[in-house]
Each structure stands twice: as structure tokens, then as C-alpha cells.
């Protein structure tokens, strides 16, 4: 079973929509039959509202499912009300990216262009911090909070049981300076570091390439369960965006192969790093 609250609550949304489906009704008439909203199943079925257990005996036993299947699904709603390790730190995490963090906590692959920052999983602690202080309106210990978060996510990509991570980023990203010299010349370091890891590659768009097929920064985040398709990731200001339909993932999968073969290879990518960090020594 997957290991997040937020991928159970996700497969069992899954589960749920599938199993009406599979009986040929609509939200409306599930709900007319079990005396509740056509709204109230629609919730369930896009993870936008909790299930109780005794919702999914009620369920259940209208669709006429095996006991194995019931006690599975009601595992996953009781499962899927336990808080992750980053809902502990308050308005340094915005709910929205809440959900995010718990599905990059469960992917099996994590595809990720980054136009104009280096990707937070390969950032310093000075550079998030930077970040954080130049684009949120936080209190400093909320700040602290979120980037000990985004710290703390980088251990996804070092585990034994790292997915397979790859990372375009734009050059204009690695010479931006956030902060200062010092500061960036870190951050590049840190870039060699973390490409260093066996589950990591990362290749840099450079700015020669030419046209490429893509117009602002996305992730994409598949999972080890056939049943749990993969997602599209794009964030904002204030809100998030997630892709979850088979063309929307098609497309995105052709525009990452795209860039990735305008970016340069990982060991010419690694050499322009370490000469951008040169140049941030003098």
C-alpha cells in the first residue's frame, strides 16, 4: 500500500470512481440511491472530501463488493487521515503544495524542467532561504519551517529507494543570482554534489538551444502502482495545477523528451556547472 496520506486518499478516490463506473452510474444516482448528495460522491471520488469508513461499508455493500476489497478501502480512508511529516510546520507549507509533497513522497520516477530556479531538491539551504525571504510574506519562523522542509524533502532523492530523478534546467537559472557570488558559487557545488547520486541526472538547457518545446517550469511524477496514473505538476503563486488525464501526460511526456534532447548531455551539463561556478569565484 502506498506509504503517504495523500497517495492512499489519492488510490482510494481511484477505487472508488472506478467501481461506479464499472456499474454504469453516475455520481447523481449513487447518491440518490444511499441518500446522500450526487456532490457528496462526487467529492470522494476526486479526494477533495475525507471518507469515513462506514461511507465505504455503505458503498460496498451497494455496489456488491467482496469483503477483501471493503476492508482494503476502509484501510485506506482510516490510513488516509494520518498527517505527514511536513503538515507539522504550519504556514511554512501552504495546503496546496501539502498535497503535492505527499505524492513526490510516494513517485517512482520524477521528471522535473525548471526554467528560471535551480529545482528544490537541489538547493542549498542559503538559496531556498533567499527564496523564501524575496517571495512569500512570512514570519521569519515560518520561513525557517519551510525551508526545513524543502531540506527535508531532498532525502527522497539519496534513499536506497530513490525514484529515478531527472532534471532539465534552463542556464539562465544557474547564472540568475540569488543573493550573491558567494552564495551561488555554493549553490553550484551543491548541483555536483547532487548529480553525483546513482538515481539522479541532470541535464542544462543552454541558452544556444534554440526553440524547445515548453513555456514554463513542470514536474512529473509517476508512481510504482499501475493503477495510480502519473501526474502533472505545475505551481503559481498561490495554487497549483494537477494533470492527471492521458493527454495531458502524453503531451508533457513528448515535450520533456523534447528538451531533453536540446539540453546538453549530463557530462557536458556538468561542465558548464563548474565553469559557471568558476566564474562566480572571481
Not at 61 to 74: A, N, V
Not at 125 to 142: C, F, G, K, N, W
Not at 238 to 261: I, K, N, P, S, W
Request: glycine share 6%.
Amino acid at each position: 500500500m502506498a506509504g503517504s496520506p495523500t497517495a492512499r486518499r489519492r488510490r482510494l478516490s481511484i477505487e472508488l470512481k472506478k467501481l461506479r463506473e464499472q456499474s454504469a452510474l453516475t455520481c447523481a444516482q449513487v447518491g440518490s440511491a444511499l441518500d446522500w448528495s450526487g456532490s457528496k460522491v462526487n467529492r470522494m471520488e476526486t479526494g477533495s472530501g475525507r471518507v469515513q469508513p462506514s461511507d465505504i461499508d455503505a458503498l460496498c455493500r451497494f455496489y456488491g463488493t467482496s469483503d477483501e476489497l471493503r476492508e482494503f478501502l476502509k484501510a485506506l480512508a482510516r490510513q488516509a487521515k494520518v498527517r505527514g511529516w511536513w503538515q507539522v510546520h504550519g504556514a511554512g507549507v501552504p495546503e496546496w503544495f501539502n498535497i503535492y509533497i505527499g505524492l513526490e513522497q510516494d513517485a517512482s520516477t520524477f521528471r522535473q524542467y525548471q526554467c528560471e530556479l535551480v529545482p528544490g531538491l537541489m538547493q542549498t539551504q542559503a538559496y531556498a532561504s533567499e527564496l523564501h525571504r524575496t517571495s512569500a510574506h512570512l514570519a521569519e519562523e515560518d520561513i525557517a519551517r519551510a525551508v526545513n522542509v524543502r531540506m527535508e524533502r531532498q532525502a527522497m532523492i539519496s534513499r536506497p529507494e530513490a525514484p529515478d530523478a531527472w532534471f532539465i534546467v534552463n542556464e539562465g537559472a544557474l547564472r540568475n543570482v540569488i543573493g550573491d557570488r558567494s552564495l551561488m558559487r555554493e549553490q553550484m557545488e551543491r548541483l555536483l554534489d547532487t548529480v553525483r547520486l546513482p538515481a539522479v541526472t541532470l541535464q542544462v538547457l543552454p541558452f544556444d538551444s534554440g526553440t524547445y518545446p515548453a513555456t514554463g517550469s513542470f514536474t512529473m511524477l509517476g508512481f510504482p502502482a499501475p493503477e495510480d496514473p502519473d501526474i502533472v505538476y505545475r505551481d503559481g503563486i498561490t495554487d497549483a495545477v494537477y494533470l492527471e488525464g492521458e493527454h495531458h501526460v502524453r503531451e508533457y511526456t513528448r515535450a520533456f523528451d523534447g528538451l531533453r534532447a536540446a539540453a546538453l548531455s549530463p557530462q557536458r551539463s556538468a561542465q558548464l556547472i563548474e565553469s559557471i561556478s568558476k566564474e562566480f569565484t572571481t
